[in-house]
């Protein structure tokens, strides 16, 4: 697997502009700087003083009605790149990355998108083109019936599809009006049923049905093309620990395979990947049946924030491939070049009261002391002094471990997230902590519903005695008022105590 | 006891006095000997009784986070007089927080508005989730601190409304 | 220094008797002064509760800086008086520490007699006050009384030390820059609305406090006006109206945390700059001072042996050891504080009084406090000692010990008879603070000579008459005068009235010289002047 530093003299552009924020831009600039490239990065006014603004070579305000609107301005991150002279755009994940429009403009503008091309965005982020798509290449999708393909015929479709099943809306959304049917017996009063209340939630009684995988495993797998012929995949990652629908730890290589159906899936991704020609980096996600049977989800096209893991276990710097790709050059290296060893595992740290739903939190961040040592790798946006506010999403760092196996990882994160001290905003690391513990994740035994079937994950538990008190006489020490009254007291007086004659 | 935190939803009454050579903790009938050093590098012990432990402590304002054993708490000092002011008044149903950070979606009163309990006075959001904020008495709306679209963080003062009258 | 070296044998039978004797008498006074501090009819608790009223030593508890020492006066005052309903005189007061600053507490007991001022009540504030005074401490009163005991008017009413003497107080600590706060618990009626109206900062309670001259039932009879006790007097209307009261208080909590408040503004005094290291615990055991004691008052014992109990690692620089030796002199620290003390060994002769006015001269010239530890049943009496001179030399002693600008304690340790009290600063001295021990006794001279002098005059007159006495006939006089005299010279007694500021079990001394030093030295100490020594 070749690392060795590219010519970037050679290339078509001599500076990138990110378009993103946080720890991801921080990444990304990383890697640009590394190579010797002049990084810029546009920035809202909420994110001034963060760590990607002070590190990058080059940082340009940009405005909009709320933060999160200014980062969607594609027009107002053209002008930033065309007049800071910028020759390449990175759009990190989330925001535009996965903006067709933006992609062409950008490429309108002269000015290389690092990520694919805007027909392969387009086609990808339409979920049912994407499914038909990849159906029709010969790739496995999860069984699924569409009312308005033929009305006619859609229930006895329905029931080919086998039990279970989930009886969607076609118009619904935020799972609302799903029905799973287990008894295929009852299928058709199920149907009328969600039909019935399609029509009361959404006005519309249109209805499609796809195989209910239970307790399913999201395993993804990474690709990378150069566009020019060449495709290879770097491996899959296991995403199952996940609150409302949002991921929180992943990791790789994924505990629910074995080397068959690793390779089985891996290739699947690469196939799919392939039949697109797909250009530079990208992710194929699968649903993962315990039975160990697997469909194809969807295909992000862009850099996932679970990237890291994939980089720790097969040494590949993924934002370098990208580089590399968005300049023309070829992949060089074929599918028996990447190799993988030992095993990494992301946590996202979020700003958040796992305890009370997962609220998000805010607050200033008073002391971050990220944690270090042997196979500890700490991606984040954030620094000691800035503040953690609503303005943008609560996912504030992610702690990333390598260790020689799973079990060596998992101690490895155990004693990273003890160490991490994050003092001023609420986040997630005990939660983590408990997470680590519990014997199910410890043996590889996760699934997408794993959290909410474990809800004693994310309560706090009840408080010693000792703990409570040290963090009284800690606080009482700590406030001035109180120390005041104390220190107050002369010498002799506090000597005596609370002597009484 | 005068003093005191609040830790999560629990108050906790308290009070620290002076010993010989450091300090005492008073909990309720307990009184435990504290002190806290702390080093050049930042790090600080704290010393209970017979135990040394490490820990990390910030503040701002009323606000004390404490890293301990591998986890961070935030504890929130009550000063004796506003504690005891507070108690008097049942003032904690007049004052309507914020119980996370979001925005207002939509707010359906304005000042001087009479209200009854359970009467929704506005709507929040926050992380694509939609809070209805209610009154918890009947009474009557004296100032709206928000309006539509605007952002605010946990624990903000969103609404109050007039203080009862006590019946003497 | 040198550490004084003891010659007890504590394992010996007459030390082991003397202190199960002795812990026996402090056990005593230790459970009467935790009944008349705790114990009282439950019917009075309760009315008290329904008031939503405290109780004072909640109160005082609420007051005081945690894990802080509180040195009460007076605990036993009254407890020979008014057939003993009256406990504690209905009153608490003392030393302690509010907001880190040393203050005179003077807190009224509504749980006996609803608070009612007795005259011994107004004898203990005014000496509350006087203490405040002398020392230059400020005060924090917490008001809650139903005013004076009418039926006892007469004693409590109209003379100089009377009831218009705590207001003169509160004037006169005023103007000498004392702080004052008042936290009004319950009514202040009459007299009782200048406690509040003198001092300089005031705190009030909604619903329970109230300040008038008359409450409604006298307004009424007075006027015929009918008013309510809140809108006569009230909190709202004396915050917000009169302006007589400065903060309202929704509790008796928040009250007291706002008098801890202002407290917490005062400025704190300058001490007085006296000698001071760092303290050291007695090198000897504190409780052995029990087996020193004897049994008997006529029982003499070494005052060397009380001292090294009682000072800083039991060290002692003795002043001419060898010249008058019944009475001690030297220097030693307590509590740090270095002090000059004088303790009796005897009776005094003209050595020993001459040594101790000299002393008392040398303590004021190095500003050195002076703490006196009492035994003492008087000066030498008879021919040889007149014609040396004692009344003489007894007076320099008792013009030094007048006359004296350093603070002066003094512990009445075992006996106090005669003029010996007067040259040992007793109560009429000016001592700051005097204390006895439980089992110490204080008269003009000891009970079985008193008895037997009147017995003797008796004798003699009806001898004149040519009539003589049997022994029963003797006896019938000796014993009732024996009985009076005992009771009015126990400790007891003089607590009861208030002839010194509390009874302390020994074991307690060092701590309440401690604490009363540090008090103390809140004045500055000013140029020693005399009078005229008779030579």
């Not at chain 1, 378009?19 to 994110?47: C, F, M, P, S």
């Not at chain 1, 309108?108 to 091309?117: E, N, V, Y």
């Not at chain 1, 997630?428 to 699934?447: E, I, K, S, Y």
């Not at chain 3, 126990?490 to 001394?509: K, R």
Request: proline content about 5%; overall charge negative.
């Amino acid at each position: 697997m070749t690392t060795a530093q590219p010519d970037v003299s050679k290339w078509p552009f001599q500076s990138v502009l990110v378009a993103n924020r946080g720890e991801i831009a921080v990444r990304v600039l990383r890697t640009v700087q590394k190579l010797g490239l002049k990084g810029i990065v546009v920035y809202h006014a909420a994110d001034r003083g963060t760590a990607a603004v002070k590190m990058a070579d080059q940082a340009i305000e940009i405005t909009g009605p709320t933060p999160v609107a200014s980062y969607l301005d594609g027009a107002q991150i053209i002008a930033a790149a065309q007049a800071s002279g910028a020759g390449a755009i990175h759009p990190g994940y989330g925001f535009l990355s996965e903006n067709k429009g933006f992609c062409a403009a950008v490429e309108a503008a002269g000015i290389r998108f690092i990520g694919p091309t805007p027909e392969q965005i387009d086609l990808m982020g339409d979920k049912v083109r994407a499914r038909n798509f990849v159906e029709k290449a010969g790739f496995p999708v999860a069984p699924s019936a569409i009312e308005d393909d033929d009305p006619k015929t859609f229930v006895e479709r329905s029931r080919k599809v086998g039990a279970p099943l989930l009886i969607k809306p076609s118009a619904g959304g935020g799972g609302k009006g799903m029905r799973i049917v287990r008894d295929l017996a009852l299928l058709e009063q199920e149907i009328e049923r969600g039909r019935s209340e399609g029509q009361r939630y959404f006005g519309d009684g249109r209805l499609y049905c796809e195989r209910y995988i239970e307790n399913p495993r999201h395993i993804e797998v990474q690709v990378l093309g150069d566009g020019q012929g060449s495709v290879v995949h770097a491996f899959e990652r296991e995403c199952s620990v996940q609150r409302r629908f949002q991921k929180i730890v992943e990791e790789t290589p994924s505990p629910a395979l074995d080397a068959a159906l690793r390779e089985k899936i891996c290739e699947t991704a690469a196939g799919i990947a392939r039949s697109l020609n797909y250009r530079n980096a990208g992710t194929v996600e699968f649903i993962f049946g315990q039975g160990g049977e697997f469909y194809f989800l969807e295909m992000n096209t862009r850099l996932q924030v679970e990237h890291p893991v994939t980089e720790e276990i097969t040494g590949i710097d993924l934002v370098l491939q990208q580089l590399r790709v968005a300049a023309g050059e070829k992949l060089g290296y074929g599918q028996a070049d990447v190799k993988s060893s030992g095993h990494s595992i992301e946590f996202r740290i979020y700003a958040e009261d796992a305890a009370r739903g997962y609220t998000p939190t805010t607050g200033p961040i008073l002391v971050l002391h990220p944690p270090q040592g042997e196979g500890v790798r700490w991606d984040s946006g954030v620094l000691q002094g800035g503040e953690v506010t609503s303005a943008f999403d609560p996912m504030i760092a992610k702690l990333i471990i390598r260790g020689s196996d799973r079990n060596d990882a998992i101690a490895r994160a155990d004693k990273a997230l003890r160490e991490t001290v994050l003092l001023g905003c609420k986040t997630n690391t005990a939660f983590l902590r408990r997470l680590l513990q519990h014997p199910a994740f410890v043996a590889g035994d996760v699934h997408t519903g794993f959290l909410d079937a474990n809800p004693q994950i994310a309560a706090e538990p009840e408080m010693p005695a000792e703990t409570l008190q040290a963090l009284l006489g800690a606080a009482a020490l700590s406030t001035r008022p109180m120390r005041d009254v104390a220190d107050a007291v002369p010498d002799m007086h506090a000597a005596m105590g609370g002597w009484r004659n | 006891m005068h003093h005191a935190f609040k830790l999560g939803d629990a108050e906790h009454n308290l009070e620290l006095s002076r010993s010989a050579s450091a300090y005492r903790l008073h909990l309720g009938e307990q009184v435990v000997d504290v002190d806290l050093k702390t080093g050049a590098d930042g790090r600080a012990w704290l010393t209970l009784g017979e135990r040394h432990i490490e820990v990390v402590i910030a503040t701002r304002g009323d606000d004390v986070f404490v890293h301990l054993d591998g986890e961070a708490y935030q504890l929130r000092y009550q000063h004796p007089l506003d504690r005891l002011a507070a108690q008097a008044g049942g003032s904690a149903e007049d004052h309507i927080r914020a119980p996370m950070p979001g925005s207002i979606v939509s707010v359906t009163v304005k000042a001087g508005d009479a209200v009854a309990k359970g009467q929704t006075l506005l709507v929040m959001e926050s992380m694509k989730m939609e809070t209805t904020i209610a009154a918890p008495r009947d009474g009557t709306v004296a100032a709206v601190t928000y309006e539509k679209g605007q952002t605010f963080d946990r624990d903000a003062l969103l609404l109050s409304l007039e203080p009862m009258e006590k019946k003497s | 220094m040198k550490r004084i070296e003891s010659k007890l044998n504590t394992a010996s039978a007459a030390f082991q008797a003397n202190a199960a004797h002795n812990r026996k008498l402090a056990e005593e006074f230790k459970e009467k002064q935790r009944a008349v501090r705790h114990d009282r009819p439950q019917r009075d608790i309760d009315r008290l509760r329904q008031q939503n009223k405290l109780l004072v030593r909640e109160r005082i508890k609420l007051l005081l800086d945690p894990g802080t020492p509180f040195l009460e006066f007076s605990s036993l005052a009254a407890n020979e008086a008014y057939d003993g309903e009256v406990p504690g005189a209905a009153c608490v007061t003392g030393i302690g520490i509010v907001s880190g600053r040393e203050v005179v507490i003077n807190a009224g007991d509504a749980s006996v007699k609803g608070g009612a001022w007795y005259p011994l009540t107004v004898k203990k504030t005014v000496r509350a006050l006087d203490i405040a005074i002398e020392n230059r401490l400020p005060v924090v009163h917490l008001c809650d009384s139903a005013g004076g005991f009418l039926p006892l008017q007469a004693d409590l009413f109209a003379d100089k030390y009377m009831a218009g003497r705590i207001f003169r107080n509160q004037c006169m600590l005023s103007k000498m820059g004392i702080q004052q706060v008042s936290v009004v618990l319950g009514h202040c009626t009459a007299g009782g609305a200048y406690v509040p109206g003198l001092s300089d900062y005031n705190v009030i309670v909604r619903g329970t406090g109230a300040i008038f001259l008359a409450g409604p039932p006298l307004v009424k009879a007075a006027t015929g006006e009918e008013v309510s006790v809140d809108d006569l007097g009230g909190c709202d209307m004396h915050t917000s109206v009169s302006g007589t009261a400065d903060y309202p208080a929704s509790s008796e909590e928040e009250a007291i945390a706002i008098a801890r408040d202002i407290v917490a503004q005062f400025k704190r005094p300058q001490k007085a700059h006296t000698e001071w290291q760092p303290p050291e615990e007695p090198h000897y055991d504190p409780s052995e001072l029990y087996g020193v004691l004897p049994q008997d008052i006529k029982q003499g014992f070494d005052m060397h042996e009380i001292i090294a109990r009682i000072v800083d690692g039991s060290r002692f620089h003795e002043y001419q050891p060898n010249y008058g030796k019944t009475l001690i002199c030297g220097y030693a620290h307590i509590w740090g504080y270095k002090v000059g003390i004088l303790a009796n060994n005897g009776v005094l002769f003209n050595d020993s009084s001459l040594k101790g006015a000299h002393f008392i001269e040398l303590c004021n010239q190095g500003r050195t406090p002076i703490v006196f530890l009492q035994n003492i049943t008087g000066f030498m009496v008879g021919k040889e000692y007149e014609r040396r001179g004692i009344t003489k030399d007894g007076a320099k002693m008792i013009m030094a010990v007048s006359n004296s600008e350093v603070p002066k304690f003094t512990v009445m340790c075992h006996g106090s008879f005669g003029a010996g009290n007067y040259g040992m600063s007793g109560r009429a001295f000016d001592s700051r603070f005097t204390f006895s021990w439980p089992q110490s006794q204080i008269s003009v001279m000891g009970a079985e000579q008193a008895a037997n002098t009147l017995a003797d005059v008796k004798i003699r007159q009806l001898a004149r008459t040519g009539k003589k006495l049997s022994q029963e006939e003797i006896d019938a006089i000796r014993d009732p005068v024996l009985g009076e005299f005992k009771r009015k010279q126990s400790a007891y007694w003089s607590t009861s009235e208030i002839w010194d500021d509390g009874i302390l079990d020994p074991v307690d001394t060092r701590n309440a010289l401690g604490i009363s030093l540090s008090a103390a030295l809140n004045t500055p100490i000013g140029d020693p002047r005399y009078g005229v020594f008779r030579m």
